[in-house]
């Protein structure tokens, strides 16, 4: 089964310093990977999703993530966070007809 | 735009009560899922549904049941809800078109209280 693994529940960052989010993922088949957030009291939203083209993913908000197949890891960056990117964040990797998730990581934004 | 509504932002029931949770996606997809999202433990999948009258049970299906009647509808139903149950409940359709890679658009949750 694919699995995905994201170190560090919360991770504190400063307004205007780089964001960096690790997600690594378990697959034995090429996968296809997604970046989810999620503000306080709302669903998920898609921010942006690998799917063996291109394997530098730019995704809304001034997000990317690369998609290294050597390292099975997918990290999403952004190079300077806002206050507004205070939000839950998820890393996903398809398996067969569902997503399994990793355990989120809550970002706080420090001013 | 995509749509999936749940029924109820907050809900409060008690112990030993039938509950039902309501989603609707407005966009004929055909597959639909239940997830629970508790502190620390990421999303869990419950059950998902392929098309209408079709169901899977998925990571933690135990105390939960599933209705799907109409393509556009997926129902949760606790048949006898208790404490461990009070959790955040996500619903999510995914497109299987061309080009969209089984990704899933989620409704915003309900946030369920079992006292």
């Known amino acids: 089964a694919q699995s995905v693994t994201q170190l560090g529940s919360h991770v504190s960052v400063s307004e205007g310093a780089l964001v960096l989010l690790r997600c690594n993922y378990s697959s034995s088949v090429p996968p296809y990977l997604f970046w989810y957030v999620q503000y306080p009291n709302q669903g998920l939203q898609l921010l942006l999703k690998y799917t063996s083209a291109a394997t530098l993913v730019k995704g809304i908000n001034g997000f990317e993530a690369e998609f290294k197949k050597s390292e099975t890891s997918f990290h999403l960056t952004k190079p300077s966070a806002h206050m507004s990117d205070a939000a839950e964040y998820f890393c996903a990797v398809s398996e067969s007809n569902r997503l399994a998730f990793g355990k989120g990581n809550q970002v706080v934004v420090i001013p | 735009d995509v749509k999936v509504t749940q029924s109820s932002r907050y809900l409060v029931k008690r112990t030993g009560e039938k509950v039902f949770l309501e989603c609707v996606q407005d966009?004929?997809?055909?597959?639909m899922f239940w997830y629970r999202q508790d502190p620390g433990l990421g999303l869990r999948l419950i059950y998902f549904s392929y098309d209408v009258k079709m169901k899977e049970k998925g990571d933690i299906p135990e105390g939960y049941s599933v209705s799907r009647e109409k393509k556009e509808r997926f129902s949760l139903i606790l048949e006898s809800a208790s404490t461990n149950q009070t959790s955040m409940y996500l619903c999510a359709s995914r497109d299987l078109s061309g080009g969209k890679h089984y990704e899933q658009y989620f409704g915003p949750g309900t946030r369920l209280t079992v006292t």
């Open positions: 966009m004929d997809h055909e597959n």
